[in-house]
């Protein structure tokens, strides 16, 4: 009790201590953090075939490249959390900053694809810092009454940052190249960090824990994460060459493992990594289901898309960007209609409506790639963006709302996990799918050979001979790639939405028969 009191009057003080408008000032630092981080992981997409080009890599090190990013992400976000209550959250969120800055240095004046994946994986390492801080450090610059506002408005800041991303990128790599994209998060994270530094109240008044610079983390959870994690990446990558070798299986097998391994191990530390027990709620549980499925589609889409739109229609960076405009547009609007929506038909009915609509923007984006037909890839797009927009806000408050205060930042960090591992399974299995499929159809072929689409239209480029016929074969087989992709896609999660729309409704026939026996 005595605990609790004092952590009460710190965070009354913090409050005390800002005024209202240098709290909504040190916000608007904060989401423009927020903003940068989920920007980058489309914004490299976006120059993924220039780069194939310039450092000739191949469809795996791509992934790699775009895939390592969201690997680290997924495997500290958990561990900042602890972090920021030993060291203090704008310590944590600094060492962020610092982190991105450096690895923006590295990515400058990358030589090959090593020193590529490695600044991409040290810019994962940053936001994994810089993001989990930002919930935490809003809940005590703000009153109760304020925090709904500014926690929402931290959330748009994250799910706007991946679309406008796009088009960052297709304007970066036209007017410069794919080395401006590492400038720009130079640039824009040093002044981040300026404006954190100034905008934020010290770490003694935004942290309620004890203070110690001594960080104990249950190493061994930590270890088996990251393991885990990487295995099951290095699987699916792996398993573009074809969908059945033993390695890519076994390195899954060895991912699943170690992964039952650090869930036992964190349900018996006496200091947890995350708190897992509240996977035991059911709401909660189909939230992040969802929220898993919903960013393996949308990273998935984001990596696979403009490739196609690059290299089989045959558009620059930019004009790539631009054909995902319908979808930023509505990306938007489903972020605006959201609150609308859940109001009338729930969180739960806003949940499975923004999976159908993923589910049928997937399905016309896929039948756009027969015939190369924009109107239908447009309209695939919009649907596609509606039900982007609706559902990242709407399954974050889902699951938050079943869980006790107490339990609010441990729901957070799973929620956010759970995000960054969708991001990571879709990037490697949607991509390695695409990527072994689009390799049988080049089977027999003049596109036979080349490792990625990209490669194959810069050999059309230097063989005049065969170049229409090495295009149209590269273009054909990753059309037919992606159809596939899509529509299996498409089909897993409309089995998900008739999933949790049965066992809503027998929970709630459940609930009736209770409330009548009683």
Known sequence: MGTRSNNSQIVSEASNAFTAQQSWRALGGLCLGMFVCFANTTA???????????????????????????????????????????????RTLLLGTGASIAASFIGIFAFNSITTIIARGL??????????????????????????????????????????????????????????????????????????????????????????????????????????????????????????????????????????LFVYHDTHSLNPLAELDLLRTPSFLASLVALFALNLAIAGILFVLPTYAETALENNALLG??????????????????????????????????????????????????????????????VCGLGMGMGLPVMQSWGIEHVSE??????????????????????????????????TACRGSAAEGFASIALAFEAANQDATHAQAIRDAASGAYAHAILITFCITASALLLLAACIALVSRAKREEDHVRSRAS
């Open 44 to 90: 490299f997409n976006i120059a993924l075939p220039t780069i194939s080009v310039s450092l000739a890599a191949g469809q795996a090190e791509q992934q790699w490249m775009v895939s390592s990013y969201n690997l680290i992400f997924a495997a500290f976000m958990l561990i900042s959390g602890s972090l920021g209550d030993r060291w203090g959250t704008k």
């Open 321 to 382: 960007a631009i054909m995902f405009m319908p979808m930023v547009g509505a990306a938007i609007a489903g972020s605006v209609i959201v609150k609308h929506l859940a109001d009338r038909v729930g969180k739960r009915g806003a949940c499975i409506g923004s999976l159908i609509c993923i589910a049928l923007g997937l399905v016309g984006m896929a039948l756009s790639t027969i015939g190369a037909s924009y109107p239908v890839l447009i309209a695939g797009q919009c």
């Open 123 to 260: 810019m994962g390492l940053g936001a994994g810092f810089y993001v989990p801080m930002g919930p935490a450090i809003i809940k005590h610059l703000f009153a109760s009454d304020k925090q709904m506002r500014a926690l929402t408005l931290g959330a748009i800041a994250m799910t706007l940052g991946a679309p406008f991303g796009l088009i960052l990128g297709g304007l970066l790599v036209h007017f410069a190249d794919w080395r401006s994209i590492f400038v720009f998060d130079f640039v824009a994270f040093i002044g981040i960090t300026l404006l954190n530094a100034l905008l934020l109240p010290h770490s003694g008044q935004l942290s309620c824990r004890r203070k110690t610079r001594f960080v104990r983390l249950p190493f061994a959870s930590v270890f088996f994460a990251l393991v885990g994690l990487s295995l099951l990446s290095a699987g699916l990558i792996n398993a573009q060459v074809s969908l059945s070798t033993p390695d890519s299986w076994g390195l899954v097998l060895a991912g699943l493992l170690a992964t039952v």
């Open 406 to 439: 107490q339990q609010a930042g441990g729901a957070a960090a799973l929620i956010s996990t759970f995000q960054q591992i969708g991001c990571l399974v879709g990037i490697s299995a949607l991509g390695s799918l695409v990527g072994s499929l689009y390799v």
